[in-house]
């Protein structure tokens, strides 16, 4: 089983990278939280990873830090979710902030993520309470990372991502321009998908 892989970040994008560790690629599926601290491409990546392994396939994917990494390994526990929704999941929600949610019961917040309804909050609230409250929440960042330079493209990268999290392609468009229209200096892709995420969970 991979646990860990560290080498040289050859490709990156809002679901996947590619890292080059001595020779070989690894595509490795990454949440954006994770994303946001990525470093440029040719730069060396470090990636704590989960190793899924299906009857046709195995998938890595890979967190920036262990407690991404540790709730994400709780969500799939849980009857119902795969590593897609959990990944998901951690796209639509800052980790410090979906423990706080969990262990207080934070119904509202909770099914404001993409593909979350009302059963499957319940359920994560039953399951993932106590887990949940042995989580140190001083230890998790608030703060997902600087910005890059942005343009169209990213517009269009970070529709693309909120798609696919399960936004309505409209109201993601929609948001994503209010935030460029609202911001006074430009934007960089994380710094857009964070403030876009921030709103709709609004």
Partial sequence: ??????????????????VDAYGVGYRIFV?????????????????????????????????????????FQMLISIAGIGP??????????????????????????LVAIPGVGKKMAERMIVELKDKMLKVDLKEMKSDNGPGIVGDNAMKDDALSALVNLGYKNATAKAVIEKVVSESVEGLGLEVLLKNALKTLSN
């Fill in 1 to 18: 089983m991979i646990a860990r892989i560290s080498g040289i970040l050859i490709y990156k994008s809002v679901s996947h990278v590619i």
């Fill in 31 to 71: 949440p954006l939280t994770t994303f946001y601290e990525l470093p440029e491409t040719g730069q060396l990546a470090t990636l704590n990873i989960y190793t899924h392994v299906k009857e046709d396939a195995i998938h890595l994917f890979g967190f920036h830090t262990f407690e991404d990494q540790g709730i």
């Fill in 84 to 109: 897609k929704l959990a990944m998901n999941i951690l796209s639509g929600i800052p980790a410090r902030e979906f423990v706080k949610a969990v262990t207080q019961g934070n119904m509202s917040r």
